[in-house]
């Protein structure tokens, strides 16, 4: 009979040798209980990883475009908002000169009150939100309209002295006739809010920003200092501050301010209108919010279908291993106890 030898070395290295293992399963295992999700998703799926993978992209795509949308919804809530100020105040000079005879004693009054409805026209439209301008349009990084003193007033005096061969300070003002100053606000006055604007006026895109605002639907999600009622509203105020009103005849005065109270109203009715459209996109974005919201909520179902683990399974799978590092510790501990010595 032959017999082998074992030394107690070896005997003492076995446990050890797969306690490593243990340790790294029930790592594992312990990781799986509380995601309940496979640690190593791949290895767990096989051939169907490459379908979790693209429900997770998708799932992806509707978070950047609900991100997407919060922004969209900032703009718009900063335009609509510098929008109702801008008609308000137009509102505001235009119903005050409804029914009122504007004698040469109320002009200084009128000014001042247009001013401040050019200045606050102005200032809107050139607001800044995070480096944007809310009213470039597309070029939203260039500032969209001039201050007026550096460029409007100028071109509006030059028109002015063109046409009538003197300008708004000579008592000649006085002579003007309505059919003259008609001629002069139908023509060169008409073609600077018109054709001129871009340039002297405006350096904004007439082109809105679009915003991709569910997978399948793109809406316009801005305004422009490029819109008609802007435009208008400009004209109505300079109108009374740049055409020499404080000289003119009571006739031809009577006649600009009937023609600035249509002008501002026409300019009210095109802005509210544009806050029309902005609450249009508004609603958009919230109803395509809302389908995203169930679309994720449907694919996060189909991911958890495909990824998750049975937590019962994972809860015995645990224990099992734990139960399996105390009986290794155990017998790696009798084992270091053997010695011949003791059997001596």
Known sequence: MKTTFISTTTLWNSPRSTLDKLQSELVKANKEVVTGRHMDVGLALGRKTGKSLSLRQERSTLDTLTDSNATATLRLKSTSAGLDQVRTVADSLKDALVGLHVGSQDVPLIVSQAKAGLNKLISTLNENNGGQYLFGGVNSKVQPLNDYEAGPKAAIDAAFLEFFKFPQSDPKVAEITPDEMQAFLDGPLAKMFADDWQGTWSHASEQNIQSLISPTERVKTSATADET????????????????????????????????????????????????????????????????????????????????????????????????????????????????IKFI
Request: glycine share 8%; net charge negative.
């Open 229 to 340: 009622g802007f435009r208008k509203l400009a004209m109505g105020y300079t109108m009374i501050i740049e055409l020499g009103i404080a000289g003119l005849g009571d006739q031809t005065r009577d006649y600009l301010l009937t023609r600035v109270i249509g002008t501002l109203g026409e300019g009210v009715s095109d802005v509210t209108e544009v806050q029309a459209d902005l609450g249009t996109a508004q609603q958009k974005i919230d109803q395509a919010n809302e389908r995203m919201s169930l679309q994720k909520t449907f694919l996060d179902e189909r991911i958890t279908n495909y990824e998750a683990v049975d937590p019962a399974e994972a809860k015995v799978r645990v224990d099992q291993l734990s139960t399996q590092i105390q009986m290794s510790y155990s017998l790696t501990s009798q084992i270091n106890q053997l010695s011949l």
